[in-house]
């Protein structure tokens, strides 16, 4: 990443052990985007408010906007990728879109820090947003995931990860964001306990205790981990993965949250399609006949600096610097408003 590109958002921070997911939409009405616009201004001093207190904790929060929510809220221009989120599979096996505007992804060592951000976050939009899904999230043991695997081995890391996550001068106006895509998966944890390890292994592609890598010679095809490898042009693309595990074991509900970056949507999008068609089709994820996703949603994430800039955005003027050439494309942003009632606004 060059020097120049704006500051991102706490993407790339290290694993923690505590997270909370927190999914909202922007309530319609009078003066409700007005007040979530000025809270973008507000949040990096609330994440300093309460990290200052336990400075070992690593608090961080990472913001994040739907498509429909960036036309109603900040207009034209639309970071180049944004789009709603895209389905895959069907039947039983189906990575479903559900509603969301805004995506919180807090996190911490300590699951008191999240809380108590999460309710100073949530204090400042009021009645502006309905929270439609929160997920308090937690890393089991030695950083397993809740169907008892280590998630994240394969993650990049250091500059890798900025490399795959972050915006660049492909995307000039947006540089230092990222995308983001969350799904809620709740496990059939019985049915998964009732397999044995060597099964559960060749579902991973990994080894349970150890988290070694199957030998190619027995991985099968269609395992989680050789089904999220992609190339594009001979060269493996990665993404970097935070999924947590929660649940609540008196309702005997048990699940992964899965929550990715990258730089675009299309190489996570890619591993759905593996995962739920198949590569090839038919040849999908078996992790998906013991895991069903709930929801889903893509988001795009500011820099630090525009997040800090979004405060002053009206939505319908555009941008100051337009020539008459992009003029149609601010006229589209300005349109696309209307596509909060049920018009598609897929790139
Ligand atoms: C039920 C939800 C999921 C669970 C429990 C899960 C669990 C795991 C585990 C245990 C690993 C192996 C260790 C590692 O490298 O992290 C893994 C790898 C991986 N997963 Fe998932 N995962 C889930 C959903 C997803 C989804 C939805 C995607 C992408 C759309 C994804 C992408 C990946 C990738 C890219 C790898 C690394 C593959 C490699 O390079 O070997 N996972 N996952």
Known sequence: MPNNT???QAVCNPISRSAIFIVATIARG?????????WCGDIAALVRAVGTRAPTANLSCVCGFSADAWDLLFGAPRPASLHPFREFGAGDRRAIATPGDI?????ADHMDLCFELASQMLNKLGDAVTVVDEVHGFRYFDLRDMVGFVDGTENPTGKSAA????IDDEDPDFAGG????VQKYLHNLDAWNGLTVEQQERIIGREKLSDVELDESIKPSCSHSSLTTIEENGKEVKILRHNMAFGRPGAKEFGTYFIGYARTPAPIEQMLENMFVGRPPGNYDRLLDYSRAVTGGLFFVPSIDLLDELPDRNPNAGPSSVDDSQRDDTRTGTLSIGSLRGTSQDE
Do not use: F
């Open 6 to 8: 704006p500051e991102p």
């Open 30 to 38: 009078e003066g409700k985007a007005d007040v979530v616009r000025s």
């Open 103 to 107: 995506l919180l992804h807090i996190r």
């Open 163 to 166: 490399q795959y996550t972050i």
């Open 178 to 181: 990222s995308y983001v895509i």
